[in-house]
Structures are given as structure tokens and as C-alpha cells.
DNA sequence: CCCTTGCTTGGAGTGCGCTCCAAGGTTCTA
DNA sequence: TAGAACCTTGGAGCGCACTCCAAGCAAGGG
């Protein structure tokens, strides 16, 4: 019963195991979570979560017969990899672009391709960014050291 | 005529050499530039410059007799340093905070170094999270790709 | 029945890091 | 000496990503 784009922002389930931001796992063999059980999950608060369904970041959220969100371990899913893309530094509006692509189906596989790969890029060059940081951060932490022990003896 | 602290601050001049942000290399011998060449070497505006300086994230910045801004080597040594910084996502308020302890002189040595430490760990844990990111990335992309020539056959 | 806890909504407010504006003075080139 | 390009200031404004508020509905316990 579903497209292979919705089969592709299922997340993948068996991806990647890092431990979720604010810990606790989901409890096996459950599909349906109030948003406060989301937001243990998730680590992001209610009216984050509530505000990512009014911006367009969210499938269809199912309500109970009186209208509470009940979120499903697909919704989950999703929202593990919008956390993500949100650590990537990637704004919640191409995140919504992105989301948009998927509601519109299969058609639009190449292009939602396309922004992974152009993240990915995006990604590398931030680490390499960091990277390079980190040396300064080292040489200087190191000439700190340094002079701390023994004053003076500048441009190391 | 530097007292060892701001030997520490001097950006050690022999760094780690990355290019400049926005490009063009200093000329050598030289050491006063308007805001304007700042704005060449450094890719900041001159807006952000001045606002640096209202919120005391730069040292006394040397006018001319008309009271223009003439910025030195040393400066902009103090620049690169803040750019890197804000590279890591370090907040403002913290490079202000870093300013003042060197304006404060050699006793705030030890917690200047600290803060470094930190933002070292800091720099560190987001580059395990980037990495942790690009797998997921690369997992999808990969998932991306598969469906595409050979549709379905999902839970990779 | 009341009280607490949790959920709902649209819209307003917050904090950060710039970004721009108006009005005026300065410097350079011709 | 003109004109363009550049510099100065304090303060207001902006875009982003939340964050909170008021007012109200629903369910469960004592």
C-alpha cells in the first residue's frame, strides 16, 4: 500500500542506531503516542511539534475521536530525520520544500535526491570547516599551555 | 612590549593556513586599513564591523585624525580568530566574554584557556554529530538511488 | 462535583545576529 | 573646485526558529 517515495521517507527503520537527543526509546510493538510521549522522544517541545504541523513540516497527523494528535511510529521516523537535517544546519523551509516533494509522490524522486546529495556537500564542508577550526582551537589551547608553564617565547 | 596575554591574543601569526573567507590576501608591510579592505579580507560588512565593536567584541580600534576607522594587522588577526569561533556556532555573547578576559590582562589566563577547552569538546561533539548525519545521508541517498532503478524491495 | 492534568487553537512575543537607514562629514580623481 | 565614492553615528528593523499566551475542551481521581 505504499509508493516507493513513501516507502523512502520511511526512514529506513533499521538506519543508523545513535541514541535519540533526550533519550527514551520508543516501547516496542506501540503506533500510537500522544505529542507529550512525542516530545520525550523527540527531546523538541509541544508547541514545536505543533508548530512543524501549522509550517507544512509534517505528514497528516492522526487525532483521536477527540481531536488530540496521535503520532505514529512512521510520524517518528520522520521526525528523527528532520532532526537531523536540522543538526545540518539546513533551514526549516527547504526541510518543508523537502516535505512538500514527498507528499507530492514519486515524480518528484529525482529532485528530492538532488537535495540530499547538495546536503550531503553541505555537510562535508561544514566538517571540514570544523576541522580546520579545531587545529586553530588546538594550536592556540597548545601556545596557552605553553606559556602558562613557561611566559613569554611568542609566534610559535 | 606585550604582555604575555596579548602574545596569546596575537592570533600567532604563523597559523594554520586556510584562505580567507571572502578571498584576498593582505599586502605585506602594511598595517592600516579602512573598514572597507576590512570588509575585502575578512567577507564580513561593514555594518557587522562596526556592530562588533558597539558590543565590545573588538579592542580599541585605532581612527585616523578625521576619526575614521584604521584597523591593523593585529586586528584582523583578532578577526580570523572570531571567525573561526563563529564558525562553531559559539554565540557572541561568549567571543564578548572572551574579549573582555583579554582586555582584563593575564590573570583571566587560566579561564581563557578553559573556554577554549570547551569550545574544543564543543567543536568535537558536532563533528561526531555531522558524521552521524552524513550516515544517514548516505543511506538514503544510496536507498534513493536503489529505488530508482529497481523500484521497491523495501527495508534496507 | 470539583480539581488537576493534558490537550486544543490562532496569534503575539522573544532572542539572536545581523542589516539597514538618515543625515551628515571626508577623501579621492579630474 | 566639483562630484563621486566612502566614512561616521544611534537607533530602528528584519528573518529565523522557536516560545509563549489566553481561553477553552476532555478525561480521570477523590
Redesign the pocket.
Given at each position: 500500500m505504499e509508493t516507493t517515495a513513501a516507502a523512502a521517507e520511511a526512514g529506513t527503520r533499521t538506519s543508523v542506531c545513535s541514541s535519540p537527543p533526550a533519550g527514551h526509546r520508543r516501547p516496542a510493538g506501540q503506533d500510537k503516542y500522544?505529542?507529550?510521549?512525542v516530545?520525550a522522544f523527540t527531546g523538541?517541545?509541544?508547541?514545536?511539534l505543533?508548530?512543524y504541523?501549522?509550517i507544512g513540516l509534517m505528514p497528516h497527523i492522526d487525532?483521536s475521536?477527540?481531536?488530540?494528535?496521535r503520532y505514529s511510529n512512521r510520524d517518528l521516523d520522520w521526525l528523527d530525520l528532520v532532526g537531523k537535517l536540522?543538526l545540518t544546519g539546513?533551514?526549516?523551509?527547504d526541510m518543508v520544500r523537502y516535505a512538500e516533494m514527498v507528499r507530492e509522490g514519486d515524480h518528484t524522486y529525482q529532485e528530492r535526491c538532488e537535495l540530499l546529495e547538495a546536503t550531503r556537500r553541505d555537510v562535508r564542508a561544514r566538517i571540514a570547516e570544523l576541522q580546520d577550526t579545531l587545529a586553530v582551537l588546538d594550536h592556540k589551547i597548545s601556545f596557552y599551555g605553553d606559556a602558562g608553564r613557561a611566559p613569554a617565547s611568542e609566534r610559535s
Open positions: 500522544t505529542i507529550s510521549e516530545v523538541l517541545t509541544a508547541h514545536t505543533r508548530w504541523e501549522r487525532r475521536h477527540t481531536g488530540q494528535r536540522r539546513m533551514p526549516v523551509a
